[in-house]
């Protein structure tokens, strides 16, 4: 009786020894990471984006400018991460001269708390000089919110550049050369201005250039 009692002990031992040394331990994540697209265009509250995931950066955002009555402030608002897009993040602003410049301005959609937070998205997120950001791109933005004022919704577009030999961040983030914005008016009449990625050398207007 007790022959079989060890016997049976042992062979209980094997099966759990040699039965768990099988058998594959449960993989954490099966799914390979999907491709990063080049071109992924997102609609979202106040903004339509195509981004560019392999670049970090907006391709081109469009949004508009309305007469609003604010009613929300941005307070300690800060960028944050879209988990189903490839963007920029926090480190590639770390200790450089590239502000986390807005495309959509966050001034212009003060209207709701919900408006003013959507701005704030990486998708709507652009490695911009810190000069320009804070200079005549601000006045800009502020010159389009009077333009509303008095003239109505205006449609606006900004195209972001890459030119050959742009800059690649160590962290993967590429830095744009140049903003190409374009205002449309309820008129149907246009206004386009061009700046390069770095600081600027006169006012606005001096940027100004002929629709294409």
């Known amino acids: 009786m007790k022959k079989s009692l060890y016997f049976l ?25 999907r491709e990063k697209k080049v071109s992924y265009l997102i609609q979202g509250p106040v903004f339509t984006v195509d981004y560019n995931e392999v670049y970090e950066q907006p391709n081109w955002i469009a949004y508009q400018v309305r007469d609003i009555v604010k009613v ?63 200079g005549e791109w601000a006045e800009l933005e502020g010159q389009a919110r009077t333009w509303a004022k008095t003239l109505g919704t ?9 030119g050959d030999g742009h800059e690649v961040l160590t962290t993967g983030a590429h830095v744009p050369t140049a903003f190409y914005k374009t205002f449309r008016f309820g008129d149907g009449s246009t206004r386009c201005f061009y700046f390069p ?10 940027y100004e250039i002929d629709c294409l």
């Open 197 to 206: 990625n770095t600081p600027t050398e006169g006012p606005w207007e001096d």
């Open 72 to 134: 929300a402030d941005r307070g300690s608002m800060n960028f944050y991460l879209v988990d189903t897009v490839y963007t920029s993040n926090d480190a590639d602003y770390y200790a450089n001269q590239w502000d986390k410049g807005h495309m959509a301005p966050a001034g212009s959609f003060t209207d709701s708390y919900d408006n003013l937070y959507a701005t704030f998205s990486y998708l709507n997120c652009a490695l911009q000089r810190d000069e320009l950001n804070r």
């Open 9 to 33: 002990a042992y062979f209980i031992l094997v099966f759990f020894v040699f039965g768990a040394c099988g058998k594959e331990a449960p993989s954490a994540n099966t799914e390979p990471p």
């Open 154 to 162: 205006i449609e606006v577009r900004i195209d972001l550049e890459f």
